[in-house]
């Protein structure tokens, strides 16, 4: 299923990766217990020092020239999505220029969000704004540690946010970052995904069966690569249900400037 939602323009700083969803209880962790670990790790720091080994992408995720045209997934411009038993994709529109600026695949209680920007020839965009990622957390008081996953080096983060009893809470958030050829590919993946191996399976799976469509235009390192609208869709599909909220603006890379990010308040 489809959902086009419309999405705030304004900047939110406070609330991104700001993703909580039934499994908040679980994931959320009172400030007490990590009074010790904010800031980023030590081991981001080391990412500043040059760009990643290049990530196999034998499996994935593809350039369009590493594919056929007709292989089933959703094209959606830049990205072409494959779907998965249960996903439902939002897809975030700029409420100024009327844009998509964000693809998000939702299974169960977590979610996928997933963007495409333009990026050097000589790569290494994701580990400048893994980076980057990082400080922005430390400086909102979050903790950031990056780790190496089946896609690389990915950074794990939390977030503080007021829990319902008015103390502290910490929200989980993945974000995965591939160099491809002239291109970089984001994920986010919140909810329960972000904390669980199991349930971020098949958003991985997404996530690496993604193919990004570069084009021929010239484009700066970081401009974000022009999504669209299903072609199947003809009509707006009706809002999203009560307490789901999406903002969006366009500044630049930094997630937590331009978003957006899903919240769930149950």
Do not use: C
């Amino acid at each position: 299923m489809f959902r086009r939602r419309k999405a705030d323009a304004e900047t939110a700083v406070e609330g991104a990766p700001d993703a909580v969803t039934g499994a908040e209880a679980e994931a959320g962790i009172e400030d007490e217990s990590v009074a010790d670990q904010s800031g980023a790790d030590d081991s981001s720091a080391d990412d500043k020092a040059g760009a990643d080994r290049p990530v196999d992408r034998s499996s994935g995720p593809f350039d369009a020239s590493e594919v056929g045209d007709d292989d089933g997934r959703l094209d959606l411009g830049s990205l072409r999505i494959s779907g998965s038993t249960g996903m439902e994709l939002r897809l975030e529109i700029d409420q100024e220029q009327q844009h998509v600026v964000a693809a998000t695949a939702v299974l169960g209680e977590s979610a996928l969000q997933l963007q495409a920007f333009a990026a050097p020839r000589s790569g290494g965009l994701w580990a400048q704004i893994r980076s980057e990622i990082a400080d922005a957390i430390a400086s909102q008081g979050g903790t950031a540690d990056t780790e190496e996953g089946e896609l690389g080096i990915e950074l794990r983060t939390r977030m503080p946010s007021a829990g319902p009893d008015g103390r502290t809470v910490f929200a989980p958030a993945r974000f995965l970052g591939v160099d491809g050829p002239r291109w970089f590919l984001r994920g986010v993946i919140s909810g329960r995904g972000a904390i669980d191996e199991e349930a971020a399976a098949p958003l991985l799976d997404i996530f690496r069966e993604t193919v990004v469509v570069r084009g021929t235009d010239p484009m700066a390192p970081r401009e974000l690569l022009p999504l669209r609208l299903p072609q199947e869709e003809a009509t707006p599909m009706p809002p999203a249900p009560t307490g789901q909220q999406a903002q969006v603006s366009t500044d630049d890379l930094n997630p937590f400037e331009r978003g957006p990010e899903i919240t769930e308040v149950r």
